[in-house]
């Protein structure tokens, strides 16, 4: 599996955590996730036949689910390079027929690990910036290839913060974040407490600025590029083959 296996996302205790915790530890996961429902029926609505989805780094499956609450048909291929996601994913998709699961890290699809098809929609959420950049354009270059013409690529991720003094305040807002969710919840104490610290030292998080990100797909031939929204670090982007 690569590099994959040498990550914390290898190991299926940190999987979990992760996902327990998403709702309060990611910053406004749920409107991220509206957005990009909204995003794909303005785009996908009126097209004749069905919509091939491509999933990158699906987790436990909820952004294609989120899709299939839409309107618009929908198949859906979903890679992952945990086992333990892949098995979440089917669970929840257990009801749609048109779904394919692939184990597979982003560095084997760039080695050149074949997915066949080719795709309308292709989407990633909080996982690409596990790449250096230089994967990152060499992703990005694949995700051109395998969109269809007006096909398009959206990326739900973390960025890095243009200086140090943006950085601390967007770490506070995270901060804040997380303390209005514990409130809305219930939860008391320290829990999520050390949550930006351990992103900041987790050797698996390489963020890089959204302008670098936006440059390099510009470089690769992708159009009517945008920021969708971002909140501190946390950012939509992507564009149009």
């Not at 205790?13 to 429902?37: G, L, N, P, T």
């Not at 184990?103 to 989407?123: P, T």
């Not at 690529?153 to 770490?171: C, K, Q, R, S």
């Amino acid at each position: 599996m690569g590099q994959f296996e040498q990550s914390h996302w290898a190991e299926p205790d940190f999987s979990r955590k992760f996902v327990e915790s998403a709702d309060i530890a990611i910053v406004e996961r749920k409107r991220s996730h509206a957005i990009m429902k909204s995003f794909f029926r303005h785009q996908f609505m009126h097209k004749d036949g069905r919509i091939d989805l491509l999933d990158l780094g699906c987790g436990d499956g909820i952004l294609t689910y989120e899709l299939m609450q839409t309107e618009v048909p929908l198949s859906a291929t979903l890679v992952d390079g945990s086992e333990e996601m892949l098995g979440k994913a089917k669970e929840r998709l257990k009801d749609y027929p048109d779904i394919l699961a692939v184990r597979a890290s982003f560095q084997e699809l760039i080695g050149g690990k074949v997915i066949a098809d080719d795709f309308d929609f292709i989407v990633s959420s909080l996982a690409i910036h596990h790449l250096d950049m230089k994967e990152k354009r060499e992703l990005f270059g694949w995700v051109y290839a395998r969109l269809r013409n007006n096909g398009c690529f959206m990326n739900i991720d973390v960025v890095l913060a243009p200086n140090e003094v943006l950085e601390e305040w967007y770490m506070v807002l995270w901060q804040e974040w997380i303390t209005e969710k514990k409130k809305e919840t219930g939860i008391t104490g320290d829990i999520y407490g050390d949550t930006m610290k351990r992103y900041k030292d987790n050797r698996d998080n390489k963020p890089d600025s959204l302008d670098s990100q936006m440059d390099a797909l510009k470089a690769i031939g992708f159009r009517d590029m945008d920021c969708y929204y971002k909140y501190g670090i946390f950012t939509i982007y992507g564009g149009r083959k």
